[in-house]
């Protein structure tokens, strides 16, 4: 029997592990704060950008 977790109407079944220098770093983490968002929310808004 599958494990059930919480249900979701936006599943991320999908994992990707990328290496960024630290300017990257220090620009993302200043995005996620002033926008009081996730790591996960800030990198899907700048995907949807590329669209």
Known sequence: MAKMGRPTT???PHKISVRIN???KDILDTYCKENNVTL????ERS???LN
Request: aromatic letters at 0%.
């Open 10 to 12: 936006n599943p991320r």
């Open 22 to 24: 630290d300017t990257c």
């Open 40 to 43: 996960t929310e800030a990198i």
């Open 47 to 49: 995907i949807k950008k």
